[in-house]
């Protein structure tokens, strides 16, 4: 059965569900689908314990209803898992955004038919779609890597994945624990499985640089604050460079004296969060002044962790701060300071087999009951590259891409006409707060269907001289920074065979934001627009 629509937009994430409501409000008519069983992408399969947000949730929600704004109450400064999943549950029903929303329906080939102007869309179910235009809403953290080890099979405990937490309460009470990672998602359960488990023993590859999160309840008077004055919050964040509120110094690190910058560090410490990397203009883009934010963190972790064998591995020096996502945690050093908590250098003597006790490595066998993976994701491309996207002429984006993402604006490429990624590679991403990023693209989204509604355009498509300046632009911002001096998921590095390119646009939010209405503003240069009558969008 095929199903004739004006958008199809694949993913319930946050951005998925964001766009269903904006293209309904413009009178389209909008499916979503979904490979999951449940809505809210990211915040419905991470249910590890420990997960949260590491924007302030008051910045981390959506803003496109004020009163929606006034009515949530978050609990916590840095909102939880299940709170997050509750506020998406919250929004979908608010917004009656369900019965557009089809689970279990996951896309395996998507094709442009160029004589019709319209993307025939198939799901693993047998279910086609017929769309006008199609909104790639698949999630920058959605395709976890499924990392294996020789001997998996034989391990006689429980195997569990962090972005695929089962839905199972898991009990650690009296287990002998693991966890393999120390990203984000390793970071943020270390201290809560700690405070469980008979035993726990982290094994890390590399050590990364982790800022407090300050994590508090939401005062009465914080929530009435923060909400009387909701608008101008939400405008500062679209101001910043990375949609978190904060503007940096706009000195150099550098060019203030020792004591000044160390009393900056320390107001930034346990306040900011994130924002920490923003104390002054330049520490992601001189080395200089990022060896002081880096010397500044290196010094808190000591103070942190008693054991100076321990202290030593848990301090990051190969690569300057940022670089990699840093975490946000809530007590992740200190926890090393337990008895029952142990760390494994795995980057000298690596994991070598999965045994049916636990785990070997170059070194020892360490046997457990529960081994937990937090290895991370396939980022930016892997949920994108995974079903088959057949543009123009029978090209695959697979193919146009397998030297690396190329885009106009990171949310149209040449040859896919009438397809737009939200959050994708070539757009701020995960550089930003990704929520407000999705909706600052979701509504110039719009407004560009409502241009092609009313100039009868049936087709968009972004042109090869717009596209190739783009990526230019993209990598001469990239290098201006830090960020290409260390392998990462910003650079491909985390899947092996990954073009090592790139990914986000690290311009800014508010910089992106301006090319974006700048585009706008000039009748969308940059793309091909074309007035053949179309089925479905008038
Ligand atoms: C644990 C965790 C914490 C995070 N915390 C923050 C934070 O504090 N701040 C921040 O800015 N960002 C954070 N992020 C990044 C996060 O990815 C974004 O903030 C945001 O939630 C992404 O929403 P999305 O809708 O774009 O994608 P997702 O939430 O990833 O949703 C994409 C959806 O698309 C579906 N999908 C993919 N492929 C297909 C297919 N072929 N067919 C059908 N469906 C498909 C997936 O199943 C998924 O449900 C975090 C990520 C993780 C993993």
Redesign the pocket.
């Known amino acids: 059965m095929t199903t004739m629509i004006d958008v199809l937009v694949?993913?319930?994430?946050?951005?998925?569900?964001r766009a269903l409501h904006g293209c309904r409000e413009m009178g389209l008519s909008t499916s979503v689908?979904?490979?999951?069983d449940g809505?809210?992408?990211?915040?419905?399969?991470?249910q590890y314990p420990g997960?949260?947000?590491?924007?302030e949730s008051f910045d981390?929600s959506y803003r496109f209803s004020p009163e929606l704004e006034q009515e949530w109450r978050w609990s916590e400064r840095?909102a939880t898992?299940p709170e997050i999943l509750k506020y998406i549950n919250h929004v979908a029903d608010r917004f009656d955004l369900r019965r557009d929303v089809y689970l279990n329906?996951?896309?395996?080939r998507a094709e442009y038919d160029d004589g019709a102007m319209r993307w025939i869309v198939d799901?693993e179910d047998g279910r086609q779609w017929n769309a006008g235009r199609l909104i790639l809403?698949?999630?920058?953290?959605?395709?976890p890597k499924q990392t294996t080890y020789p001997g998996q099979e034989t391990f006689a405990g429980r195997i569990i994945y962090s972005?695929q937490w089962p839905k199972d309460k898991i009990d650690f009470t009296g287990k002998r624990v693991a966890i393999i990672g120390t990203g984000?998602?390793g970071v943020?359960m270390t201290p809560v499985i700690a405070r469980q488990a008979a035993q726990l023993t982290v094994f890390q590859r590399t050590a990364n640089y982790s800022i407090p999160a300050a994590n508090a309840p939401v005062s009465d008077a914080e929530d009435r604050m923060v909400k009387t004055d909701y608008r101008a919050r939400r405008e500062a964040a679209r101001n910043s460079p990375s949609?978190l509120g904060f503007v940096p110094d706009p000195r150099s690190a550098i060019d203030v004296s020792a004591e000044e910058r160390e009393a900056a560090y320390s107001a930034a410490w346990n306040r900011l969060g994130f924002g920490f990397a923003l104390t002054f203009r330049d520490i992601l883009l001189n080395q200089q002044s990022n060896d002081t934010a880096s010397d500044f963190i290196r010094r808190r972790i000591a103070e942190q962790v008693e054991d100076p064998v321990i202290r030593d591995l848990l301090t990051p020096r190969d690569f300057p701060f940022g670089t990699r996502r840093p975490s946000v945690d809530s007590g992740y050093f200190a926890t090393f300071n337990r008895p029952n908590v142990k760390l494994v250098d795995i980057s000298t003597a690596p994991i070598t087999a999965f045994t049916p006790d636990g785990i070997q490595t170059r070194d020892a066998e360490y046997p457990f009951d529960i081994i937990i993976y937090a290895t991370g994701?396939d980022a930016f491309t892997g949920?994108l590259l995974?079903?088959d996207i057949i543009g123009r002429d029978g090209v695959q984006l697979r193919d146009k891409w397998s030297a690396g993402p190329i885009s106009f604006l990171g949310l149209a490429v040449q040859s896919f006409p009438n397809m737009f990624i939200?959050?994708g590679p070539g757009s701020p991403s995960?550089l930003?707060?990704?929520?407000l990023s999705?909706e600052e693209q979701i509504d110039w989204l719009t407004a560009l269907f409502e241009h092609c509604r009313q100039n009868a355009i049936g087709e968009v498509e972004a042109s090869a001289e717009a596209e190739q300046d783009w990526v230019e632009h993209v990598n001469a911002r990239a290098q201006e920074t830090l960020y290409v001096k260390t392998p990462s998921y910003y650079m491909g590095a985390e899947m092996p065979g990954k073009p090592q390119v790139f990914m986000p646009y690290s311009g800014g939010v508010r910089g992106y934001r301006r090319i974006l209405e700048k585009t706008a503003a000039s009748g969308y240069e940059g793309f091909t627009l074309n007035k053949r009558a179309v089925q479905g969008v008038p």
């Open positions: 694949i993913g319930a994430g946050f951005a998925g569900l689908v979904e490979a999951g809505i809210g992408g990211v915040w419905y399969y991470n997960a949260r947000c590491d924007v981390y840095y898992q329906t996951r896309v395996v799901c809403a698949m999630g920058q953290l959605s395709a972005a984000s998602s943020q949609g994701f949920s995974k079903p939200i959050v995960l930003s707060n990704v929520l999705s």
